[in-house]
């Protein structure tokens, strides 16, 4: 099955306006045309940079896909402090990211908060990266395939029929977040192939299209043995999307 692989960094509260206008012009002018043949690159600054990272991915048609790294489920209302769906989607914004693991440890997200911000973000015609993943203790205790498959099934619920088979899930093990630790390719594989077939029995159809990116240490020294697994299907990027140098190594991993 033929799934472009998407690339995604996630800036996370990093770089403010300018920095990011720089870095997306860097960015655009370290690839080239057929990379992006091959693989599809979202961008997922700050709130406060959209709008000009936007205006300039638009003013010099590049190819990158605008992202965000949250939003409120509600479209509108009494919510200090929060973005809706329908103001991302106006910002022309393709991909939003659900329930990152910084958003569940750190500001109280749990499944249920994570469905309702996936479903809101597929009615606003965009797309949802879920990210599930286990905290060391969990891997230790080997519980780290029953905690994954509870977040998938759980953040995935309230997603009907079709639109399952367009999500995308990133599976970011919180122990190798931010650490240089990276999952080896296999673990990474299993732990993929299992959240597919987690996918598959909430729906059939899906088993095939959805696409599975893995996150945590990601570099331009490992992203191409990752990448080569065959339930891996892209890469969410932390530390490494904020050069310029490294993520395009990273998005052109196959020429490595
Ligand atoms: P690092 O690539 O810095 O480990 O961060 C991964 C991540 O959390 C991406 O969402």
């Not at 700050?46 to 896909?65: E, G, K, N």
């Not at 088979?165 to 390719?185: F, K, L, N, Q």
């Not at 945590?216 to 904020?242: C, F, K, R, T």
Request: with cysteine; charged share 25%.
């Amino acid at each position: 099955m033929d799934r472009t692989p998407l690339i995604s960094g996630n800036w996370k509260m990093n770089l403010n306006h300018f920095e990011a206008i720089q870095l997306v012009q860097k960015l655009s002018y370290e690839l080239r045309n057929h990379d992006y043949d091959a693989v599809e690159v979202s961008l997922h600054p700050p709130y406060t940079d959209l709008r000009s990272v936007q205006t300039v991915i638009d003013a010099d048609r590049m190819r990158f896909q605008l992202g965000a790294q949250n939003c409120h489920s509600e479209v509108s209302g009494a919510f200090t402090g929060e973005i809706s769906p329908a103001m991302l989607a106006k910002l022309d914004v393709d991909y939003v990211i659900v329930g990152h693991s910084e958003r569940r440890a750190l500001f109280g997200e749990n499944d249920e908060i994570v469905a309702t911000k996936a479903a809101a973000v597929l009615a606003h015609d965009m797309t949802p990266i879920v990210c599930v993943g286990e905290t060391l203790d969990e891997r230790e205790s080997g519980q780290e395939a029953t905690i994954v498959e509870a977040q998938v099934v759980g953040s995935l619920k309230f997603i009907e029929g079709e639109k399952l088979d367009g999500v995308v899930i990133a599976y970011e093990p919180v122990w190798a977040i931010g650490t240089g630790v990276t999952a080896s390719a296999e673990d990474a594989q299993d732990m993929c192939s299992h959240i597919r077939s987690v996918v598959g029995s909430i729906r059939r159809e899906s088993i095939d299209l959805i696409r599975i990116q893995y996150g945590g240490s990601v570099n331009p020294a490992n992203a191409g043995e990752l990448m080569a697994m065959p339930d891996i299907d892209g890469a969410l990027v932390g530390g490494a999307a904020l050069q310029a140098d490294s993520f395009a190594r990273i998005v052109n991993f196959k020429d490595a």
